[in-house]
DNA sequence: CTATAATTGCAACTGATTTGCAATTAATTA
DNA sequence: TAATTAATTGCAAATCAGTTGCAATTATAG
């Protein structure tokens, strides 16, 4: 039982959600990946819980803050929330789809500069950067 | 006939495409509009395309770069390419849906220089800022 | 105007996501 | 700890988005 693990329980319970093993496992999946799609998520549950379980967990993990939706590749794709790991964009290779965070602080006041300028009260971005990767530049 | 309208013919004759009017009419509805999803693109067609072709049509629009996808809301829409309008990206409110699109230079460099910093070939990017316009904000 | 090539519409299909409901599991109470 | 209650899950079936094959239609070139 580790750190993260028992803010999982802590934020669940403050919910009045229940601790189950379903909900133990995709956090453990999504603990230890880049971000998935629905569909690479549900392959790494090899088959343990339901399709539809692993939707309504998600939603569910969204809902209250463990898990958020990033834009990537056209759809999203599902990763921890800021509460789990630092707050962080992708650069994503159009040839082997490996995905590169970038952790940019002027980055992140730039955009919040942008939202006052037009009064907009910000909630959530997204970036994406799409083009090669080091390795497939070459061609 | 205006002139985005010919520059819209030439690219489709430079390609060996012929000009329809399925693909005129598509043209004309993405110029009045904020980018739109699949659906209300074929929604706004009144039924005068079939739901295949306007697919087809938006298909063949993006490979000759009449046309591109933007991540909004957490799947794609569609709007003329930036041969047709200045780049830009969008704040989108998740109260009233309104996009609101941002020119940005300096927010422009900046990926660019993060793209560089990680030997990253950049061809092209999203930015989307999620949250609630003026309008939308007093609740 | 005719011949040729490109495009469209239709029917059917596939894959992703959602919904209703009964069976199961977790949390709470005694 | 056992019984009760409430939340969660799995299964079947529906819906929605996007795709494919093919014949009918329309555009372009000669
Ligand atoms: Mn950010
Ligand atoms: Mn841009
Ligand atoms: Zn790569
Ligand atoms: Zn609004």
Redesign the interface.
């Known amino acids: 039982m580790n750190r993260s693990n028992q803010i999982l329980k802590d934020i669940l319970k403050s919910n009045r959600l229940s601790v189950t093993n379903q909900r133990l496992l995709i956090f453990n999946i999504l603990s230890q990946n880049q971000p998935l799609s629905m569909n690479e998520l549900i392959k790494k549950t090899n088959s343990e819980i339901d399709r539809v379980s692993v939707y309504r967990i998600i939603e569910t993990f969204i809902s209250v803050g463990i898990a958020q939706?990033v834009?990537l590749g056209?759809?999203?794709k599902i990763e921890l929330s800021d509460t789990f790991q630092d707050h962080h964009h992708h650069?994503i290779?159009?040839a082997c789809n490996k995905t590169?965070a970038?952790h940019?602080q002027?980055?992140e006041s730039?955009?919040n500069k942008?939202?006052n300028e037009?009064?907009?009260?910000?909630?959530?971005?997204?970036?994406?950067?799409?083009?090669?990767?080091?390795d497939c530049?070459k061609s």
């Not at 009064?119 to 090669?132: A, L, P, R, S, V």
């Open positions: 939706k834009s056209w759809k999203y650069l290779c159009l590169i970038i940019n002027g980055l730039y955009l942008i939202a037009n009064n907009f009260e910000t909630k959530n971005h997204q970036i994406e950067i799409q083009g090669y990767c080091s530049q």
